[in-house]
């Protein structure tokens, strides 16, 4: 099997040319495919279905924290899977097929029972997609490119995110909200073109999952969560991050609903398109910079920006709910959400260097956020209902502060 890249001690040869141009398509078109139907979930049952077939901002909150549980608890699988799986771009595309026969599947079911049913589906495939580009990228660049490699990663799914929101928005305007639907399909057939075109014998498996060799050839790894228990920084590292999902995931959401109650179904659409185009826009960047400077820079000082911007954002949604005004505060995201996608796998790779269980840690700590984030939609949508979109963001940014004091005081810097 060909080799991405040296680890030490190890005597293969690195592949000198990975495939730039395909990752780069690959995470550009999986952008939109991998997070299923994302805030238009929440337009589409609040709005298009809403209140007189029992749909408010509670009950779909409630849907996105079941599915999000579903998520989190495929997290850890789907990474080990990923650290045995051989066919690595195989997986991608079951996975793609799965999130979309979930995704499109939502106009002809009804029922809470059905929604929640489908969208764990969709949740549950999703899980895959993380872990599986962070090994693809690993077994093909090597650790020693493996942090500019990913900041490109993160540039080109930002990107994506970007023109199909921006698609979205525009065809939202004649066609309503049913547009999202046909533009996951097309974008998942695109995705399924280009992972087919990855060469699985490019892909060194060992190197993928952080190994000098291969189980097979008599190397002890770890189960992931006993990774997590005796790795303490791994530890803080998985507590912030929950706290910066709790904080983050039910932003968007909470926002897309006020546009849905204050501006209509079509429009609100658009301008959810338009938070969404605003915040890639940044991510995009600022995803680069962050893969270019970690060496100089470390891991440490961006994520407290990251926690930092994600605090600012929660507590200006509260000064207007003029339309424009939240699509500018959007924009934030892209500092911190982008920050922290184009680190996440940065660290997870240090702080598991030569384990051979990077990918399955990949799960364990995103199912530790990804409660976060499934806790963060019934948080919001409670407080929503009970005291207003404004006690909903002071209470998500206060969380963010907290995130903050507990990665400047406990987490050591990983990159070195």
Same mark, same amino acid.
């Given at each position: ?54 749909? $408010? ?11 999000? @549980? ?5 997290? %850890?699988?789907?990474?080990? /899977? ?10 991608? @595309? ?41 090994? @693809? %990228? ?6 020693? /490119? ?6 490109? $990663? ?12 921006? /698609? ?70 998985? @507590?912030?991050?929950? %706290? ?17 109650? %204050? ?154």
């Amino acid at each position: 099997m060909a080799s991405a890249a040296a680890m030490p001690g190890d005597t293969r040869t690195p592949r000198s040319h990975p495939p730039t141009r395909t990752l780069d398509a690959l995470n550009f078109f999986l952008a939109d495919v991998r997070d299923g139907l994302g805030p238009y979930l929440a337009i589409y049952l609040l709005v298009v279905r809403g209140p007189s077939r029992g749909w $408010n901002e509670a009950t779909v909150g409630l849907v996105l924290t079941i599915a999000g @549980i579903v998520g989190l608890l495929a997290q %850890t699988p789907a990474g080990g /899977l990923i650290d045995r799986a051989r066919n690595k771009p195989h997986i991608v @595309i079951g996975a793609a097929l799965l999130v979309t026969v979930g995704s499109l599947s939502l106009p002809l079911v009804s029922g809470f029972t059905m929604v929640t049913v489908t969208q764990s589906i969709a949740a549950a495939a999703g899980a895959i997609f993380a872990p599986a580009i962070s090994a @693809i %990228t690993l077994g093909l660049v090597g650790p020693k /490119l493996f942090a500019t490699r990913v900041g490109r $990663n993160e540039a080109f799914n930002h990107a994506g995110n970007a023109v199909s929101a921006a /698609l979205a928005g525009v065809l939202a305007w004649s066609l309503g909200p049913v547009v999202v639907f046909w533009l996951m399909g097309a974008l998942t057939v695109a995705s399924i073109v280009v992972a087919s075109r990855l060469r699985n014998d490019d892909i060194d498996n060992a190197v993928a999952r952080g190994l000098d060799c291969e189980p097979d050839d008599g190397c002890e790894a770890p189960s992931g969560w006993r990774t997590l228990v005796e790795n303490r920084p791994l530890m803080i590292f998985a @507590i912030a991050a929950f %706290t910066f999902h709790l904080s983050n995931a039910a932003m968007l959401t909470s926002v897309s609903q006020l546009l849905g109650r %204050t501006v209509g179904t079509d429009k609100a659409t658009s301008l959810t398109a338009a938070c969404i185009v605003a915040a890639q826009l940044v991510m995009v960047p600022v995803a680069m910079l962050v893969g270019r400077n970690t060496e100089r820079w470390g891991t440490k000082p961006m994520l407290l920006v990251a926690f930092g911007f994600l605090a600012a954002r929660g507590a200006l949604y509260t000064v207007s709910n003029d339309p424009w005004w939240l699509v500018g505060v959007q924009a934030l995201d892209g500092v911190g959400a982008g920050i922290f996608g184009a680190l996440f796998p940065v660290i997870v790779a240090d702080l598991t260097k030569g384990s051979g269980r990077f990918n399955v840690s990949q799960g364990v700590v995103s199912s530790v956020f990804g409660l976060g984030a499934a806790l963060s939609a019934t948080l919001a949508g409670a407080i929503i209902v009970r005291a207003g979109y404004g006690a909903s963001f002071l209470t998500l940014s206060a969380i963010a502060v907290a995130g903050f004091v507990l990665y400047l005081t406990a987490m050591p810097e990983t990159h070195r």
